[in-house]
């Protein structure tokens, strides 16, 4: 057995051990930014943040009708039936209907029309046409008066405007049996509400 000290092995240095270690610590520090990014952005310049109009509240108008009537009227303002009142050559009725018009839209326009069934208006644009019947419609509310289509803005919020179509049977040009024993259906007739 050799008996000469022996030297413990030292422990070589390894080349470019601190060349490690710095590059061990920026690829940390790239990990840690790029967390940081993943997380929300918080890696980012200042910025701040300012709550606006939390308390306003945006509300829509409306544009409808409430507390609608219908009746009839002959030519000198009597109530009449149109289910027992039998009309002849030179007879005027009336149609009244009335309604209260809620507009709410500061900026809104729209219009109010009595329209008869489509089959309806046709036959008596057709008797109007040949100078048996004369049919008009006024629609009015207070002052405010208007033939056929009544203009709507907010202002008429709250108005009753009433329209009345008015019927007229020419006496001159019914000969014989014309027009004896005739119904006319007025179903489908409406008042119709519409923005511009």
Do not use: C
């Amino acid at each position: 057995m050799n008996a000469a000290s022996q030297t413990p092995l030292s422990e070589s240095p390894v080349p470019g051990g601190k060349n490690r270690r710095a590059g061990r610590a920026v690829l940390a520090g790239a990990v840690a930014v790029g967390l940081l990014a993943a997380g929300g952005g918080t890696f980012s310049k200042w910025s701040e943040e300012q709550a606006i109009a939390s308390g306003d509240i945006v509300t829509a108008g409306e544009l409808s009708m409430e507390n609608t009537t219908v009746s009839w009227e002959n030519g000198a303002g009597k109530t009449i039936d149109p289910a027992t009142y039998r009309i002849v050559p030179g007879d005027t009725i009336e149609l009244h209907a009335s309604t209260t018009v809620v507009a709410k839209g500061d900026t809104l326009k729209g219009t109010l029309e009595l329209q008869l069934p489509a089959q309806l208006q046709q036959e008596v644009e057709a008797l109007e046409r040949a100078g048996y019947v004369s049919y008009d419609v006024t629609l009015t509310s207070g002052d405010k008066s208007a033939k056929d289509s009544y203009p709507i803005t907010h202002e008429d919020d709250g108005d009753v405007v009433q329209a009345v179509a008015t019927f007229t049977w020419d006496a001159d040009r019914t000969t014989g049996s014309d027009g004896e024993n005739v119904s006319t259906s007025l179903s489908g007739t409406k008042l119709v509400l519409a923005q511009q």
